[in-house]
């Protein structure tokens, strides 16, 4: 088992920045990738930034050029850095770890992007 906890949400204005963290904790030695979702209201889950254990990311398009994400070379720690933040990248974002045919997630931070 592997457990997340994220933190690091809040409301922030158009342009802003925020740093979201993911503790991990638990069997993280089975995880092969590690990555942020989001959810907005009456919208699917999507993919934010997935980083795989070689270091190798991937991006949304929509955040390319202002999120990066990155983790402690422990893999115990999952960062999401969001800057220019937009009114649509308003939604709750959930960390995520993978391994072979097994997802965890974490409970959930928001975002408020608002002026």
């Known amino acids: 088992q592997v457990q997340l906890v994220e933190s690091g949400g809040g409301l922030v204005q158009p342009g802003g920045s925020l740093r979201l963290s993911c503790a991990a904790s638990?069997?993280?030695?089975?995880?092969?990738?590690m990555g942020w979702y989001r959810q907005a209201p009456g919208k699917q889950r999507e993919l934010v930034a997935q980083?795989?254990?070689?270091?190798?990311?991937n991006y949304a398009e929509s955040v390319k050029g202002r999120f990066t994400i990155s983790r402690d070379n422990a893999k115990r720690w999952l960062y999401l850095q969001m800057n220019s933040l937009k009114p649509d990248d308003t939604a709750v974002y959930y960390c995520?770890?993978?391994?072979?045919?097994?997802?965890?997630w974490g409970q959930g931070t928001q975002v408020t992007v608002s002026s």
């Open positions: 995520n770890a993978h391994r072979i045919m097994v997802d965890y």
């Open positions: 638990g069997s993280i030695f089975t995880i092969n990738a």
């Open positions: 980083i795989t254990n070689g270091g190798k990311t």
